[in-house]
């Protein structure tokens, strides 16, 4: 019913993933094409009920000044109903954002001052990084650790410790976590919050992945845990990730709290710059609707059936390449540490090897983290086959 299996020739097509190599010097040997596994967007095609919601649009030929109608609203508050289980949110409580980073940018804005520090997790996003640098802020790392079974945890006290030390009272909490794949669990959530409340924190909760979670796992939102949770959480969405639109722009909020929603409105609207683009709002209405719902399930599947394959490819052929099978996105974050250090070979010097053969993956330790990579499995599965098949045969030689 919907296609997953189309491989598109993205390349000149503003396309940043088909077009550009994050190496500088390094080029894909003759003979083999280039396969990208890197930025965070699907090589599928988009849904054709985005497509087909701009399509319509596209038959008024005008395209002036519009103010979002009550239809943009009504179509967030039912997919956070249907996708996320929230039954409370109301149109007052949303508001459009250029991005989830500028969103983000605009509450960091809002309630700190150049110099402050704020907490966050390590391995970090690397927008996050990005955008705290700029506004001369400081970030401080408490870092996830994974347990006997391989899976990334939170250290409370570390949290704790590391607020009260610094004086912080800004977090930002990625939920699901990028670039882990990890899906909180309540219990997590919970005790996280508790971290927050007690030092007095305000939160920034992105949740731009809450749509993209893995059979079996559930993705819980931030403000739901409690109602002091609800009071102190500015949280970030966008249908960028889930129908690859991220080309579009468009974010919002989700804001209970008017004081939070006050400070941070006025922060973003402050540039004149926060304005929707109206074929931006089209594709929301197309994706944030039955059939956008139904082929978001679908690519969850296919999804979920690469990163199988993945993980299960690297524990048989890899020993010493660790990952965790991701719960949520669409990315894997590789350990090499062990198999570097058998191997005597650097993390630059492997990433290489694969961009020669037309692997275009992520170097991880853009994320915080030493010795890791991030690969990007949201393509056709012939595609993945043929990357991994690469892989095995020179890089992982």
């Not at 609207?269 to 994706?287: D, P």
């Amino acid at each position: 019913m919907f296609d997953f299996t189309t491989i598109l020739d993205r390349a000149g097509k503003d396309s940043l993933a088909a077009d550009k190599i994050p190496y500088d010097g390094v080029s894909v040997d003759e003979g083999f094409s280039r396969i990208p596994m890197w930025i965070a967007d699907m090589s599928f095609p988009t849904a054709e009920c985005v497509l087909n919601a701009m399509k319509k649009r596209l038959e008024m030929p005008n395209f002036g000044y519009f103010a979002e109608p009550d239809a943009y609203y009504n179509a967030i508050i039912r997919w956070h109903k249907h996708r996320k289980g929230v039954d409370d949110l109301k149109k007052e409580f949303i508001g459009y954002e250029n991005g989830v980073l500028g969103g983000v940018a605009s509450a960091v804005s809002a309630f700190t001052t150049p110099g402050d520090k704020l907490l966050l997790h390590s391995p970090t996003y690397v927008g996050f990084t990005q955008t705290i640098d700029g506004l001369g802020r400081t970030i401080v790392h408490s870092e996830l650790e994974r347990d006997e079974n391989g899976i990334w945890r939170m250290n409370f006290e570390d949290m704790d410790a590391k607020i009260k030390k610094n004086n912080i009272n800004f977090v930002i909490f990625c939920s699901p976590h990028n670039p882990t794949g990890r899906v909180w669990e309540r219990w997590e959530i919970e005790k996280a919050m508790e971290v927050y409340a007690a030092n007095g924190c305000v939160v920034v909760s992105d949740e731009i992945w809450s749509d993209i979670i893995m059979p079996g796992y559930t993705h819980i939102p931030t403000q739901t845990i409690s109602e002091d949770a609800k009071n102190r959480t500015i949280a970030f969405y966008a249908p960028s990730k889930t129908f690859s639109i991220a080309g579009l722009v468009g974010s919002y909020h989700v804001i209970y709290n008017k004081y939070l929603r006050d400070r941070v409105s006025r922060q973003s609207e402050s540039t004149h710059y926060n304005e929707s683009n109206v074929l931006s709002m089209h594709a929301l209405l197309g994706g944030y609707s039955d059939e956008g719902n139904a082929w978001t399930d679908c690519m969850i599947s296919t999804i979920s059936g690469n990163l199988n394959y993945a993980c299960d490819f690297i524990e048989e052929n890899w020993p010493g390449v660790n990952v965790m099978r991701p719960q949520g996105t669409y990315m894997l974050y590789l350990d090499c540490s062990e198999w570097l250090a058998e191997h005597g070979v650097t993390i630059q010097e492997l990433l290489e090897r694969g961009v020669r053969k037309g692997v275009i993956w992520q170097n991880g330790e853009a994320f915080m983290r030493k010795n890791t990579i991030r690969m990007n499995l949201a393509l056709p599965f012939a595609l993945e086959k043929e990357a991994f098949d690469r892989l095995k045969q020179y890089v992982f030689i």
